[in-house]
T-cell receptor, first 114, second 112 residues
Framework: DAKTTQPPSMDCAEGRAANLPCNHSTISGNEYVYWYRQIHSQGPQYIIHGLKNNETNEMASLIITEDRKSSTLILPHATLRDTAVYYCIVRVGNSGAGSYQLTFGKGTKLSVIP | DGGITQSPKYLFRKEGQNVTLSCEQNLNHDAMYWYRQDPGQGLRLIYYSQIVNDFQKGDIAEGYSVSREKKESFPLTVTSAQKNPTAFYLC???????????FGEGSWLTVV
């Protein structure tokens, strides 16, 4: 799986949009971008994933650049409950042979400030 | 509710003892995983299983054992051979669409 680079920490004012960047310059054509978040002492929570088109769900939006070398997770109206560590992961999304493991780095610690 | 249930949430083990962490899922997922997370660190894969009665070692399998006798269950045993077992343990399963991996709430193991 491709390696990702994220800033170690970010602050965001409550009610504002939180934009979390991720670089994945070595991503290959069949690798998807996944985002998870982890609140302290809990299991990681799946947020969203995409291949090359922008994606949106009830939690967030995912913007992937045209060359797919970077992406941004957008939380449109951050709340205090969004304070967590956010992980960007790239991995193969099909059902081919392999370990299907997720390689988690250290992520971005997002602090939402009142 | 559908999901992944891990138990116990907190477990204390004396040195030299084996302990087993439970993981049950009702998502009808074929693949299941065990990860270990140390404070301030990312996740490291211990074992994974793609189907019943089959499992493979991950990056840090030494001192751990698993079984997969039922699709719903993937228990992890932390043996006395694991030299530094104090950590946060996460069970996960993989489903469709999108091959997304979903996690349980985790189990804290402390050696006393």
């Amino acid at each position: 799986d491709a390696k990702t680079t994220q800033p170690p920490s970010m602050d965001c004012a409550e009610g504002r949009a939180a934009n979390l960047p991720c670089n994945h310059s070595t991503i290959s054509g069949n690798e998807y971008v996944y985002w998870y978040r982890q609140i302290h002492s809990q299991g990681p929570q799946y947020i969203i994933h995409g291949l090359k088109n922008n994606e949106t769900n009830e939690m967030a939006s995912l913007i992937i650049t045209e060359d797919r070398k970077s992406s941004t997770l957008i939380l449109p109206h951050a709340t205090l409950r969004d304070t967590a560590v956010y992980y960007c992961i790239v991995r193969v999304g099909n059902s081919g042979a392999g370990s299907y493991q997720l390689t988690f780095g250290k992520g971005t610690k997002l602090s939402v400030i009142p | 509710d559908g999901g992944i249930t891990q138990s116990p949430k907190y477990l204390f083990r004396k040195e030299g003892q084996n302990v087993t962490l439970s993981c049950e899922q009702n998502l009808n997922h074929d693949a299941m995983y065990w990860y270990r997370q140390d404070p301030g660190q990312g996740l490291r894969l211990i074992y994974y299983s793609q189907i019943v009665n089959d499992f493979q070692k991950g990056d840090i399998a030494e001192g751990y054992s698993v079984s997969r006798e039922k699709k719903e269950s993937f228990p992890l045993t932390v043996t006395s051979a694991q030299k530094n077992p104090t950590a946060f343990y996460l069970c996960a399963s993989r489903g469709v669409p999108g091959n997304t991996i979903y996690f349980g709430e985790g189990s804290w193991l402390t050696v006393v």
